[in-house]
């Protein structure tokens, strides 16, 4: 009987101390000297993702986390995916963070201005994105930075971009100026995507949009330089020199020279204070523009002041 209670006794030291021993693992964190993101494929078995938290040095030892994790039903609510680990963490505190569904987020941004077939070339190139993708009609992408997780389609960011640039335009079309020659918001997508490319200088992008709106009331040409570039590449390359008066000459509805009013499409995507900057333009008399040389443009009512402009141009670049 003394061997006995003996045994029991040391049997219930033995479990009592394992069991404390277990809390203040499981409880105690780890030191996370720096951002950890780890990565959960997709079907990993609960022994799996053990020994991949074990490797990235985030749990002291598997067999904790795999007794924790079934106890407590984690296995099934854990996700597949990144997860970024900044500070601390104990073990517990890692088995909710991975049930969580709270991803690490990556980013990728359109700039302004960039045609469809760029922006295909930016999904192309990521390679955090997964899967084919349709390329999107001129225009239909809004410039922006996007949030994806690893491995999400790249078919799914372009929708992403479509809506939000159908939500800008539609939102600048119902709160547009009174009076402006245009007879939908895809002309005025159209127009925002000349403006978005004729000045890279956020405060002229109003004063250029009314040398444009300005134009249009007077049924004159347009004339303006990027759609004739886009009449050379199709928004598919850089044309890589300046233009020339044979360029001028080209036989394309995109070219504003030779024909009158709005090309057919887009030339670009244009950011939203460009289409804002069409919605509501400046009130001038300017019919011209033309490079100051210093980043910006002069402007003119005339065509003698809009020459006088260009000598000023040409004399500055020499």
């Known amino acids: 009987m003394k061997k006995l209670l003996f045994l029991l006794i040391f049997l219930g030291g ?64 854990i996700k597949a995916g990144e ?22 987020m990556r980013k990728i941004t359109f700039p302004e201005g960039k045609t469809s077939c760029e922006i295909g070339k930016i999904l ?24 994806f997780s690893r491995g999400e389609n790249r078919q799914k960011i372009i929708e992403q971009g479509q809506r939000a640039m159908a939500y800008v335009l539609e939102q600048a079309w119902q709160e547009r100026d009174a009076g402006l020659p245009l007879k939908n918001k895809e002309e005025m997508l159209i127009l925002a995507s000349i403006v978005e490319k004729e000045t890279g200088v956020a405060s002229e992008r109003p004063q250029v949009a009314s040398v444009f709106i300005n134009r249009l009331r007077k049924g004159m040409l347009l004339q ?16 890589g020199r300046a233009l020339t008066r044979r360029d001028l000459e080209i036989d394309s509805p995109y070219n504003t020279y030779k024909y009158a009013g709005l090309p057919p499409t887009p ?52």
């Open 267 to 318: 030339i670009c995507n244009p950011g939203k204070a460009a289409i804002m900057a069409v919605a509501h333009p400046d009130k001038t008399p300017y019919l011209y523009f033309v490079a100051s040389g210093t980043g910006g443009h002069n402007f003119a009512r005339t065509l003698n002041e809009h020459n006088a402009n260009v000598q000023k141009w040409r004399r500055f670049n020499k």
């Open 224 to 239: 303006t330089d990027p759609t004739v570039i886009y009449a050379l590449t199709l928004g598919k390359k850089d044309l």
């Open 124 to 147: 192309q190139n990521n390679n955090l994105l997964d899967g084919k993708f349709n390329l999107p009609d001129e225009g239909t992408i809004l410039p922006e930075t996007y949030t």
């Open 14 to 77: 033995a479990t009592a101390f394992a069991y404390f021993k277990a809390v203040q693992i499981i409880h105690t964190p780890i030191p996370v000297y720096e951002n950890v993101i780890v990565q959960i494929p997709s079907g990993a078995s609960l022994e799996k993702i053990a020994a991949i938290l074990e490797d990235a040095k985030l749990i002291e030892n598997r067999y904790y986390f795999l007794l924790y994790a079934k106890f407590n039903r984690i296995y099934p609510r």
């Open 83 to 104: 997860y970024l680990v900044e500070h601390d963490v104990s073990l517990t505190q890692l088995a909710e963070l991975l049930a969580s569904g709270k991803l690490y």
